[in-house]
């Protein structure tokens, strides 16, 4: 069964600081990785998805890594703003027909001004 | 304006009350999909529906129950037998199943259950 880590559960930064935010899973089998933001009461908004083939994806200040064999995956937020304060969560899709998204717990960023 | 809305916003029910969580999308995916999600925990999945008039069991399904009669709407039901609904429940939905590079899955805002 796939299991999903994000470590740790909360994360505080002073503005301007360039982070890292890291997704291990136990079952390399996937077909792809997604990283969300959750804003706090809301729904979740696709930040990155990184194909099984891929090594990584990027989008303006943010980019995400996919080591499938290790796995790992991280997201690597340049030059942090207080409006990244959010929840991410990471979820990967594993193979086969009826494969579904597995998440993780999230890591809630509180990026301080 | 596409996207996916979910009705109510808030929604309060009293013990062995049955009730329905509306969600609604008008991007013509064919797949949708009921998380249910706890404080400090990752999103479980309830049901999903690959194609109109079908549906499968999540890994949470007991005490749920779902109907995909049309495209755009895949309602939830709650039922008295789900021992403790109080959570956040999102909907969401995909171009289709099988995962390509296009196709990530789009949440609605989500509807907040409160059993009183």
């Known amino acids: 069964k796939q299991e999903v880590t994000q470590i740790p559960a909360a994360l505080s930064v002073p503005e301007g600081e360039n982070l890292v935010l890291n997704c291990s899973f136990t079952?390399?089998?996937?077909?792809?990785l997604q990283w969300f933001r959750q804003d706090p009461g809301k729904g979740l908004t696709s930040l990155l998805l990184?194909?099984?083939?891929?090594r990584e994806q990027t989008s303006g200040r943010l980019n995400a890594s996919l080591d499938k064999s290790s796995g790992r995956s991280t997201l690597y937020i340049a030059a942090s703003q207080p409006g990244d304060s959010a929840t991410y969560l990471c979820?990967?899709?594993?193979?086969?027909?009826?494969?579904?998204?597995?998440f993780g717990k999230g890591i809630t960023l509180s990026v301080r001004p | 304006d596409g996207g996916i809305t979910q009705s109510p916003k808030y929604l309060f029910r009293k013990e062995g009350q049955n009730v329905t969580l509306s969600c609604e999308q008008n991007?013509?995916?064919?797949?949708m999909y009921w998380y249910r999600q706890d404080p400090g925990q990752g999103l479980r999945l309830i049901y999903y529906?690959?194609?109109?008039?079908?549906?499968q069991k999540g890994d949470i399904a007991e005490g749920y129950s779902v109907s995909r009669e049309k495209k755009e709407s895949f309602p939830l039901t709650v039922t008295s037998a789900q021992k403790n609904p109080t959570a956040f429940y999102l909907c969401?939905?995909?171009?289709?199943?099988?995962?390509?590079?296009?196709?990530?899955?789009?949440f609605g805002p989500g509807t907040r259950l409160t059993v009183l």
């Open positions: 991007l013509n995916h064919d797949a």
């Open positions: 079952d390399s089998a996937i077909y792809n």
């Open positions: 990184i194909q099984s083939s891929q």
């Open positions: 969401a939905s995909s171009i289709g199943w099988t995962g390509a590079s296009t196709d990530t899955q789009y």
């Open positions: 529906s690959q194609i109109v008039n079908d549906f």
């Open positions: 979820a990967v899709k594993g193979l086969g027909a009826n494969s579904k998204l597995t």
